[in-house]
Each structure stands twice: as C-alpha cells, then as structure tokens.
C-alpha cells in the first residue's frame, strides 16, 4: 500500500487531523509542513498512478476539485497565486502540492520552484494539534 494509501485509510476512518474536506474523488488536506503558509495537497482517493489513467468526467471532475480548493486557499491566506505541483515520481498515486505563493515570496524571485526549498520542509513540520487549527479555520470556506 502506497503512503497516500494508507493516509487515505485514515481520513476514511475520521482520523486524519490533517483532513481539511472530503470531496467526490478526493481528499483536500493540510500539508504535513508549512514552508509556504498554507500548503496543502489534494489527493485522488483511488490509487491511480497517472492523470491519463482516469475516465476523462473524473479527470475534469476531479481538476474542479483541485480549483475550489485552490481558491479556498487564495481567498483565505491572501495568496496572490497557487503554484501546482502533480509529478507523482517519489509516490506515484495522482495528487496535487498546492503551494499559495505571497507577494513578498515573488518579490525576491519570482522564478524561485517551490521543491527548491524541500531540504528546509522538515523545519515547518506541523503537529497533529496545529493541523487541526487550520483544518478548523479551512473547513468553514467549503460547506
């Protein structure tokens, strides 16, 4: 069973304190760092390894998803983007990085990729309980 798998067994189960909102074909959920306030990640509920590999009503489906919680995100930090990251090469299971990016990132280079910052995630590892506080502040943007 892949990581995301097995994470998706907990938000099924109601113990995912990182589960921000359960949708159609995915879960919407905090990111286990906050390098980039606010990153979070939604992921296929089904293991599927590929984009391609979905019937294309769930593809756009499921890309619909993405974009509302892309815009909870925008709308709630004050993002002035979203970068999108789905690569699927370390866990091959489709799922997308949400990264909200903020003027003041984008000031200093606006090229800068966001996995070039990975070596500093681990610094921003968020706890079970902070997770918790912005799945709360999070769910109210999605009823």
């Not at 939604?42 to 769930?58: F, G, R, W």
Request: charged share 25%; glycine share 4%; proline share 3%.
């Amino acid at each position: 069973m892949c990581l995301i798998c097995e994470r998706n067994e907990l938000s099924k189960q109601g113990e995912n304190p990182f589960l921000i909102k359960e949708f159609k074909h995915s879960y919407f959920v905090v990111g286990d760092h906050q390098y980039f306030k606010g990153y979070s990640l939604l992921v296929l509920k089904n293991h599927v390894e590929d984009l391609t590999d979905l019937p294309s009503h769930i593809q756009a489906e499921y890309l619909a998803e993405v974009t509302r919680a892309a815009k909870a995100l925008k709308n709630f930090y004050g993002a002035v983007r979203i970068n999108y990251s789905c690569l699927g090469n370390f866990v091959p299971h489709v799922h997308f990085h949400l990264f909200p990016r903020y003027e003041a990132d984008l000031v200093d280079d606006r090229t800068k990729n966001p996995w070039h910052c990975i070596e500093d995630f681990k610094n921003f590892t968020l706890s079970h309980s902070e997770a918790s506080e912005i799945v709360g502040q999070l769910k109210g943007l999605l009823v």
